[in-house]
């Protein structure tokens, strides 16, 4: 499991005046909130906020400045949408001794032999995984083996076998499924068909052609018999 820790400071003020001139300063606002007890407002430096995000921790050690620690998990992040910066955060308190629901990556390994010998095409339709399980616990990814999937078959949520771990998802809900290689028409049949219709146009000229000459003669010969 991967921890990290960041470096917290207490605030009383709170509303969006605040919220901007803190990040102004490069500080990022933030909520803590633990079960039980008044949510606590903080602020933190940006650069700091975005280092520990990259890092995907799933257990964080806030810092206060006044001494106090405590284990925190990400309980929402607000990012903007044109710079895609963090511009506010939410952590939740934890005791190390009490289960905590969590979403974590669904991270995909090997080669499906359905795409490798049979052409086919892997979807993934889950990317994350609900799970409940003490906070050491926790996994950085979920990793979901997907080289025995062939064409038409499909991992499931219920086919996950976790150690300490209950997954709260749909147990049928698919994860990935390897399609059927797409049917494309081969430039030959389309050429065939687009010169199909032109020779039956000319032989239909032909047999026009032809009655028209027969026509023709057969007027002369009446002419001739007066």
């Known amino acids: 499991m991967n921890q990290s820790s960041i470096q917290a400071q207490e605030r009383t003020d709170t509303g969006k005046q605040v919220a901007k001139r803190l990040r102004r300063g490069g500080m990022v606002p933030g909520i803590y909130y633990f079960h039980g007890e008044k949510p606590a407002p903080f602020s933190v430096d940006a650069k700091e906020l975005r280092n520990m995000l990259a890092h995907k921790s799933s257990l964080i050690d806030l810092n206060f400045k006044n001494g106090g620690t405590s284990k925190c998990i990400v309980r929402e992040v607000q990012w903007d949408p044109l710079s895609g ?3 506010h955060i ?15 990556p669904i991270r995909i390994a090997g080669a499906a032999v359905g795409v490798k ?10 990317r994350e995984l609900e799970i409940e ?19 038409h ?12 771990i209950t997954i709260l998802d749909d147990a049928e809900q698919v994860i990935v499924s390897i399609l059927p290689p797409r049917l494309e028409e081969t430039p030959a049949a389309a050429a065939g068909e687009e010169t199909k219709e032109p020779e039956v146009i000319t032989q239909k000229k032909k047999d026009e052609e032809g009655a028209e000459e027969s026509g023709k003669e057969g007027g002369k010969k009446e002419t001739g018999k007066k």
């Open 85 to 87: 910066a963090p511009i």
């Open 90 to 104: 939410d952590l939740l308190g934890i005791k190390l001794t009490e289960k905590v629901k969590v979403a974590v």
């Open 117 to 126: 010998t049979g052409g086919g095409i892997m979807q993934q339709l889950l």
């Open 133 to 151: 399980c003490l906070p050491l616990d926790i996994p950085e990814t979920v990793t979901v083996d997907v080289s025995h999937l062939e064409i």
């Open 153 to 164: 078959h499909a991992l499931h949520v219920g086919d996950l076998k976790l150690d300490n």
